[in-house]
């Protein structure tokens, strides 16, 4: 029902700044919550950011609170991830994923196949 296909990850400077891009397809996007979740080689799947279907509650991971800023905008069927003041820890690939509840998002029913983050130092 919902394809995830992200965009604009790149390779920045630390202390630099990306904004990242998920565009969905299929009519039910505006009732789904949406997160960005990344994973760096060796490592395994961790929480970025969430929003929820209405954009009125977002939640953060420590790691990206003060930094990062999610946002959607359900007209676009498009959510963002503005990422700001990176650190090389931050390279990772980054994925969106959609679930009709933000309970389920750690196991969404439907995820992009990722865009590339990497931050030099």
């Known amino acids: 029902q919902v394809q995830l296909v992200e965009s604009g990850g790149g390779l920045v400077q630390a202390g630099g700044s990306l904004r990242l891009s998920c565009a969905a397809s299929?009519?039910?996007?505006?009732?789904?919550?949406m997160g960005w979740f990344r994973q760096a080689p060796g490592k395994e799947r961790e929480f970025v950011a969430a929003?929820?279907?209405?954009?009125?509650?977002?939640y953060y991971a420590d790691s990206a609170k003060g930094r990062f800023t999610i946002s959607r905008d359900n007209s676009k069927t498009t959510v963002y991830l503005q990422m700001n003041s990176l650190k090389p820890e931050d390279t990772a690939v980054y994925h969106c994923?959609?679930?009709?509840?933000?309970?389920?998002?750690?196991?969404?029913?439907?995820w992009g196949q990722g865009t590339q983050v990497t931050v030099s130092s």
């Open positions: 929003v929820s279907w209405s954009g009125g509650s977002t």
């Open positions: 299929g009519r039910t996007f505006s009732t789904y919550a």
């Open positions: 994923a959609a679930d009709p509840s933000l309970a389920g998002l750690s196991r969404a029913d439907y």
